[in-house]
């Protein structure tokens, strides 16, 4: 995600199709390393570990907060109908 991104002319609207559906893929996918540590880091006889999972919250809070700012801007920038059949961050969900 980082590296399409980062090959995009400035302020184009991404249409590679990891962002057909959700505008911040790159912040799904940090959730799902964090998921992905929190199960192989767990302590013997538990699903997950649970200092992992708080940083999973921590993070992910901060990430919505900014897909929300990503959303405004876009809707903004290229207008509501180029985006509105896009999730924010975590499809179906927001």
């Known amino acids: 995600c980082h590296v399409y991104l980062a090959s995009l002319k400035k302020y184009t609207l991404p249409e590679h199709p990891l962002?057909?559906?959700?505008?911040?893929?790159?912040?799904?996918?940090?959730?799902?390393?964090?998921?992905?540590l929190a199960i192989v880091a767990a302590p013997q006889g538990q699903i997950l570990n649970i200092t992992i999972l708080g940083s999973l919250l921590f993070t992910a809070t901060n990430l919505a907060i900014t897909a929300e700012s990503t959303m405004t801007w876009y809707t903004q920038k290229f207008g509501p109908e180029k985006i509105k059949t896009r999730w924010r961050m975590i499809p179906f969900l927001y």
């Open 19 to 36: 962002f057909q559906q959700v505008l911040c893929p790159h912040y799904t996918s940090e959730c799902a390393i964090y998921i992905a």
